[in-house]
């Protein structure tokens, strides 16, 4: 997960919505969308982009041509449900434990996964990390956008595809940018940093790597994820990498709003 910096908020509608574990959260959320490019890079720790991957040419990658930036990040139509597959890479559900979750969000598009403060959070794939942050530098008074997740990780998947995390209460020992991890790791726990409005919760993102660091418009979500979290809480390995090529093809790299 699951991983930058967002709700990073869920929005109630008429839609059906899913095993209620806190269920005022949602609205205790409202407000916590990121909206502008702030001065500078966010306080992560980014893996050095420079060093190229060991593994191979990914599947969004070699399926996605090269796209000229666009302006705007404008949100993905409803979620869909995708097909399983029955190969590898092998997904699981980000959150042990009891969750629960809206197939919307709003601003963009993202998942705010509620739970137990302290529930251990996973890697949804096997892949290498591509930022951390430990430090909490979120402030209401400060620039909205690159710090709103707080503590947050995030991990580009063997797939090719990055996935986000944020509102961590800390980020396991040993989880660095660079470092490898497997499906189903330990990257941390459900928390309430950053803009989550005293809410414990994962925010949770899906997106195409682009530039791998800062680029937290991005990095917060671009695709619904709701259709695959239902996929991998039935451990079924419902795969992102179509929803993202597409995208990506659409819209390429948008600059920050």
Known sequence: MSWRG????GRRSGRRTYPVVVLLATALVAGCAETREPPGPPAFEPMD???????????????????????GTSPSPKPTTPSPTTG??????PVTGNASYHPTHSGYPATDIFANCGAPVLAVTAG????????????KSGPQGPNNGGRAVSLLGDDGVR??????????AGINAGVRVRAGQQLGTVGKTGNANNVCHLHFGIS???????????R???VWPAPFLDGWRKKRNTSPVAKVRDWHADRGCPKAP
């Open 6 to 9: 967002t709700p990073e908020r």
């Open 49 to 71: 982009t420079s060093v190229p991957s060991t593994g191979g040419t990914s599947p969004l990658a070699a399926a996605t041509p090269t796209i000229p930036a666009t302006s």
């Open 88 to 93: 590898s890479p092998r997904y699981v559900f």
């Open 128 to 139: 290498r990390i591509l930022e951390v942050s430990r430090v909490d530098n979120y402030s």
């Open 163 to 172: 996935y986000y995390g944020s509102h961590l209460t800390n980020v396991a």
């Open 208 to 218: 195409p790597p682009c530039k791998k660091t800062a680029d937290w418009w991005i």
């Open 220 to 222: 917060r979500g671009v």
